[in-house]
């Protein structure tokens, strides 16, 4: 009888270092992973706060952090040398107990100031202990931009002796808003849009495209000031949002790019 002889090829598959997903978010790999990324060159930590507060009847309250998600991945990924902390899902939003700001609705979570200050802080210096030599820090909502810069001029100042620096990335939110305004008013739009009028609600219709259902269309109609909203949701477009979004992304990117290029050339 002949005999078969059968060969077995072994094969190899490389699996990426850093986790399989090659995911810019440290939530989705392990600390070694994380360890290895860091001593491979990624060496930029991206802290990005949101917010949970009421958006008129017609948007979700979770519209900050679904931006900072959106927003924040993106920056990483623009850098390539970034990972990004889980979004910080509470920013300052009002007085819970006089009940001021957003607070007058329910649904709205808001952190004194002084306990936000200290939760970012925490959050970066947690970043600088991993062994990250650039934190960047940023927020989507208004309220908390003060203590944002705050933390990292403290942080800064206690960790640039070590050789790591920790910048507020104030350019995602401030330039931002002066260039979407200049853009609503060039194309004879209201400029002055404050709360849940058409920026908001512009980039939740460009987000949920693709995702879930975060807008009440048949609500857009109802805003108006006493239901929470400072502003004319109903002139919002998947169009501005896409804009607005990468404004806000190319803004931040330039900023950090600039403020390590400038670090770098410190001697």
């Known amino acids: ?157 206690q960790s640039r002796p070590q050789g790591a620096r920790v910048l507020y990335v104030g350019d995602l939110y401030t330039k931002t808003e002066a260039e979407f305004r200049a853009l609503l008013a060039a194309r004879g739009l209201p400029a002055k849009e404050e709360h849940a009028g058409i920026p908001d609600t512009s980039e939740l219709l460009y987000l949920e495209s693709a995702a879930g259902q975060w807008i009440r269309n048949d609500q857009i109609k109802a805003a108006n000031r006493e239901n929470g909203v400072s502003g004319t949701p109903a002139l919002a477009s998947t169009e501005l949002g896409k804009l607005y979004l990468h404004m806000k992304v190319e803004n931040a990117v330039k900023q950090i790019q600039t403020f390590i290029a400038n670090a770098a050339a410190i001697p």
Request: aromatic content about 10%; glycine content about 10%.
């Open 1 to 157: 009888m002949k005999r078969l002889g059968f060969c077995f090829v072994m094969l190899i598959v490389a699996l990426p270092a850093f986790g399989q997903a090659q995911s810019v978010w440290i939530e989705d790999h392990t600390w070694p992973e994380i360890r290895d990324a860091i001593a491979g060159g990624k060496t930029t930590a991206i802290i990005y706060t949101g917010s949970s507060e009421q958006n008129g009847p017609h948007m979700v309250i979770g519209k900050h952090n679904y931006v900072a998600h959106y927003v924040a991945q993106h920056i990483a990924e623009e850098l390539g040398d970034a990972l990004v902390y889980p979004t910080l899902p509470y920013a300052v939003a009002g007085n819970a107990i006089a009940r001021t700001g957003h607070m007058r609705f329910p649904g709205t979570v808001s952190l004194p100031p002084e306990i936000f200050f200290g939760v970012v802080r925490a959050i970066a210096q947690s970043a600088l202990t991993a062994g990250f030599k650039f934190v960047a820090v940023m927020g989507d909502h208004g309220g908390g931009q003060a203590e944002l810069a705050l933390a990292a001029k403290e942080l800064d100042a």
